[in-house]
T-cell receptor, first 117, second 117 residues
């Protein structure tokens, strides 16, 4: 299957700092990427849909100023958690939809575990 | 209302036996896609199998098969000859309609499968 790389896999930061997470599609172009948040033992919660060259579409209840998304190229989307606080600690996972590949499967990165102290 | 329902929070299966993970969905859209993903403890989401609403035959991928019953709106995952490495959380997901590049996945609550030696 197609490969999506997510970096970093684990980050610990102090409260009030910002953290940037990168999501790259390695062997295909992705005009659309998705950012999810997951709490332990729970399902994935879609945060936003990231479209290359345009503003991201945020789901209801997700603060766009808190979670900045940039999709500058067909292979890279970034999520920046601004002024992180302990309640932002979570598992964040991105996915990219492989258009042009049969069935338009969404492939996922390995996720980023964020711990805010 | 839940669009994707997985009623089994946790399941056990003996190694080498088959297991069925349940998934029911709700949509009025005639065009949709159904997906199953596996999430091991490492956190990555691994695509397993896809079924399109217009597909005449049940999808199969190696040891995975999807028991698609359209009238019942169910899309159960069958894993044959379970292996210890199959122990993970499994998510059923749906994408509605011909949403182009922005069609988002709706996930079920997940089922934790444990394979016993």
């Amino acid at each position: 299957g197609a490969v999506v790389s997510q970096h970093p896999s684990w980050v610990i930061c102090k409260s009030g700092t910002s953290v940037k997470i990168e999501c790259r599609s390695l062997d295909f172009q992705a005009t659309t990427m998705f950012w999810y948040r997951q709490f332990p033992k729970q399902s994935l919660m879609l945060m936003a849909t990231s479209n290359e060259g345009s503003k991201a579409t945020y789901e209801q209840g997700v603060e766009k100023d808190k979670f900045l998304i940039n999709h500058a190229s067909l292979t890279l989307s970034t999520l920046t958690v601004t002024s992180a606080h302990p309640e932002d600690s979570s598992f964040y996972i991105c996915s990219a939809r492989a258009t042009g590949i049969a069935k338009n499967i969404q492939y996922f990165g390995a996720g980023t575990r964020l711990s805010v102290l | 209302a839940q669009k994707i329902t997985q009623t089994q929070p946790g399941m056990f299966v003996q190694e080498k036996e088959a297991v069925t993970l349940d998934c029911t969905y709700d949509t009025s859209d005639p065009s949709y896609g159904l997906f199953w993903y596996k999430q091991p403890s490492s956190g990555e989401m691994i695509f397993l199998i896809y079924q399109g609403s217009y597909d005449q035959q049940n999808a199969t991928e190696g040891r995975y098969s999807l028991n698609f019953q359209k009238a019942r709106k169910s899309a159960n995952l069958v894993i044959s000859a379970s292996q210890l490495g199959d122990s993970a959380m499994y998510f059923c997901a749906m994408r509605e309609g011909n949403k182009g590049n922005t069609g988002k996945l709706i996930f079920g609550q997940g089922t934790t499968l444990q394979v016993k030696p």
